[in-house]
């Protein structure tokens, strides 16, 4: 970190910042400038607590240098990690190739949850998404099916060799989660619900890990951090749109720039969830290819057979004829970028 | 609900969205204007996922009209609820009085939060705040001493007769708080996080709700109302700045406006949070003043006796001296609008 | 629009919102429902000033329906509008093929100038962008060459057949931007500048209208009407990237999801600004394809000789071996959704 | 400035650096840390254009660590400017005493504009604001009086004595406004418009500088610059609610920790405008109380006769009724932060 001090510090405070810097365990270099004074620190400082320095008498801020990720960062590995999704149907994210996850927001019941993942695989898809346990904004809407929805998930996969991915909400969920399903979804609700990330971390399932709606690059990083730093080393990151000013025509804004940023400071696979990321199902095909065109490593859909007769999140999920449309679209676009889906 | 139909919408579309409207148990009453139709939609729809319906074809929009949240409204009662604190110092939210709940953003150790809790009583706090179970965005942070420091804050109760005011950041960590505290902190980023929510409405503890960084004024009540509904009537809502572009000069941006906005639909008190809501120490004192001018039920400040050795949040912590000098400022603020600190 | 009464609204206040609709010369139909009163207004109340409504005695809300644009909207014609960018090189806006605008951001010399010129039109780039006006946030940053900046873009047009696209920044700056330059670009901090809108409308040049930082949709949209209304039909809408909370990766968020919806609610066609649009040229390339893939009918980007040496913007210019591996990157994605770059 | 080198950066990389560095006229010291190498560029870089610095090979960032503007700062001057509004009554920004500026959005008649010039003047005001030139998002909407509307405000100034505040919004105006006018208001959308602001700082008359919708706190800073360096060194730094996600209960959020902020960094006064502030009528008083004792030096209000029939903004005008009442609670607020109304 930098330690810029204030025009017309004076040298004991700057002595005093040393001091503190010291007690750190760090080293100091003194820069002594034509207009301002700085105190670079020396050292790994990552994992200070460095916004306290701003306290001290005669400091103007404190300027990190390094991130405070480390096994997240690119700086300690170089190629991409590749993360099989399970199923028998092959999907890995982070290689040439593109897996698309598709289902429903919610399980709603065995038939609809079947239905969807036969046609969801005839499309192209090599995963199935869908909720069982559902974080609602009202407490009075529909909550889930639970258990009983893993089980349909499961029997999903039995009939097509989908790989389930499935959310899961709270430390007591883990232990069905993890019987149930191929991969964990930890949602943007809960990206920095740090106990539940502690947890995660120490299973052994691949973690789809979602960007908190105004979590900065950072967060995102650290959040994924908690999760490695448990040993679990399979975390995708996943965009799925944030929170600004346009609230007119969008539920979110995808902020596609953060695909090709996380591959530059991370080795850990993007994948993209158009669904959420826009919450209008016009705008969905469209962002699909940009998605692909930008950079990612899969792809998560919300698709439904019956979408005007969705228990949930029907505005954003696309159906089964748009689906496959998409799929076929997103073939070609990623041929165009030495990808395949 | 209000369905707003496209330009050039066909009668059978109309028709379409009508019997959607009638499966959802509403009726409804078209309106052909010159410009537009519209479906009206009468009836209680508080409940009802809309947005599937701007799916059908020939929609626009949809128009909610009616709040998702019930027992947080003011439509269901007029008077500010009125919620105890606890402690011996008879401090109460949502009175005349105004109390002030002070204290370190961490119990750090026995001695740190006694000194802490002497000093916050002096200057006339008549609660005391601080963590032991602390969410850290990066697992390397200092986290907590867990129930250790949950035992100090009861001592110090017991010495001073603060009321306890701490975190629970996970459903396991209920029975301990609330053995030791007498508010449960809900913090900003659990506010969405639903099963907490559901497990605490279950407690007959009182309840300090932290706004989310980017939570809307409705999904803020719409928390609250998980509560409420859960049958613990006491919830206090806490604004602690939102995130926005403002990035330089402060960590979050205090809308203060949100005090008389919630005071207006909600019969729930309005605790704020100057020091999260600015990050920066030196900017605590003017928005402390400014949040009672504008109607705050009471304040909730970080405090700390070495603030530039404090293991967390040191940045956004006022010394015993500078918080002292608030509880002086504020007092002659609080009787200039007819209200007492 | 759509007037929302309070629950418990009387009768007498109704009929006073009645009186205020039939005063702005609309008519009403009033729908009592369960739990609230509403005001239907019919008519074309698109020009009305409906806010002040709002303060009339048992008013919740209003909720206007139609959009506040009209020449802008795809309501009143379908096509989307094409526009011929001038040069001799044929490139168009708003049709299959994809026009790229490349160049510096500004024009620091007649050699600087040229030998870009040459170098994007050989990369296949048919207009020339380059800032002889600049705005710029420092009064002590340059500022542009003025005059002489725009007879040195001619000059390179003279040499290369590129259309010339340079920004106005004053009304004053009109006659002779209009006399050298093909294309008027007026800038994202200029987007809400009524005065120089109106007069632009007055010109019969094709203009390329910059989104606002923090313009919304129907803003945006409006200002399109300006210079409609002034007769100039000739409008190409720029997507440059929007202020966030994302501050630490990129300058700007680029929402890609408004091309899609642009299209849908205009007429006029959509060129996107991958270089302001992230504000680093490391991320540029990614979001050039992800913008053709998204829809976009056009790119404007900064491209520089000497990026390290450009006296504007050097961290968001590609250099030239870069723009020129991008034109060939973007014809494939282009080939991919059925389009040509 | 520091340029932050990548891990593995080597150490021709870093003699580009320093070369670069030089090139600007500025010296160097490299820092070679256990993480990282940094160059400390020392001397004067405050009107250099780094950030092109990012582009060369091996580096990964640029920390700047000088404001860029200089007039502006608080560095240069220590005691707060003081400016006198004009006309008879004496009201002056920037001392004790915090003068209140009250009137219509629009001038739209003589009738109406002497009404309320003369409510607001018995309720204490001691300037008039009304718009003559109106920026109005549609281009249908009602554009103001012109010169007709300053004649009546210079009307009103004859008999009441109010200092007049109107807005200028182009070049050509300047002539009748700097005529008719005391303060020259210089509006949130033109905040950016560098022309505008380079020719009101030839003027000499007072100006009010409204923060643009999504203007940071250095680009606010840095337009007053452009004003200060033309030489006019009377310049309001005027808040009035910027642009954030929060669009559902207010049109702005109003950030009142900028006060305090700019008071740091700046002698400039700051004013508030707690109208647009929040949009909302029912929200002003409070955010005027809280303005005041945020230590605002001056508030601008909107007040109107009739706000249901006001031409413009009827939503956030108060009425002469809540005015008057407003006046007198913010003259409680002020004492008790020892300045007066």
Chains 1, 2, 3, 4 share one sequence.
Do not use: W
Not at 92 to 98: A, D, E, L, N, Q
Not at 170 to 191: F, K, T
Not at 266 to 278: I, K, W, Y
Not at 300 to 317: K, R
């Amino acid at each position: 970190m930098i330690v810029v001090m204030k025009p017309g510090s004076n040298p004991k405070q700057v002595e005093h910042v040393v001091k503190l810097v010291n007690e750190m365990g760090l080293k100091e270099q003194v820069i002594v400038g034509t207009e301002r004074t700085v105190v670079a620190v020396l050292g790994n400082d990552r994992f200070k607590d460095k916004q306290r320095l701003e306290l001290a008498d005669g400091v103007d801020k404190v300027v990190p240098i390094l991130a405070s990720y480390k096994m997240a960062s690119s700086e300690v590995k170089n190629d991409r990690t590749t993360i099989p999704l399970g199923g028998t149907l092959g999907g890995t994210v982070g290689g040439v190739k593109i897996p698309v996850i598709a289902g429903p927001c919610s399980v709603e019941s065995k038939q609809q949850i079947l239905e969807i993942a036969h046609a969801v695989k005839e499309a192209g898809a090599v995963a199935l998404r869908g909720g069982a346990f559902k974080p609602r904004t009202s407490p009075y809407a529909f909550q889930g099916l639970a258990e009983e929805g893993l089980k349909y998930l499961a029997e999903a996969r039995e009939q097509t060799g989908l790989a389930i991915v499935t959310e899961v909400m709270s430390i007591d969920q883990i232990p069905a989660v993890v019987e149930y399903a191929d991969v964990l979804q930890l949602g943007a609700r809960n990206m920095q619900n740090y106990n539940l990330l502690a947890k995660i971390g120490q299973t052994r399932k691949p973690v789809l890990l979602k960007r908190g709606l105004s979590a900065t690059l950072e967060e995102f990083l650290l959040a994924a951090e908690y999760i490695l730093a448990g040993g679990n080393t399979q975390v995708m990151l996943c965009e799925r749109g944030i929170r600004t000013f346009e609230t007119d025509y969008v539920r979110n804004t995808l902020p596609l720039a953060i695909v090709p940023e996380l591959h530059k400071r991370s080795h850990l696979p993007v994948v993209v969830d158009p669904s959420h990321g826009t919450g209008k199902s016009h705008l969905v095909p469209d962002m699909c290819r940009a998605s692909i065109a930008a950079g990612a490593d899969a792809l998560i859909l919300e698709v439904h057979g019956d979408p005007e007769h969705a228990l949930t999140d029907g505005a954003q999920s696309l159906n089964l004829k748009q689906f496959s449309e998409v799929m076929k679209s997103i073939k070609r676009v990623a041929a165009a970028v030495d990808r395949e889906v």
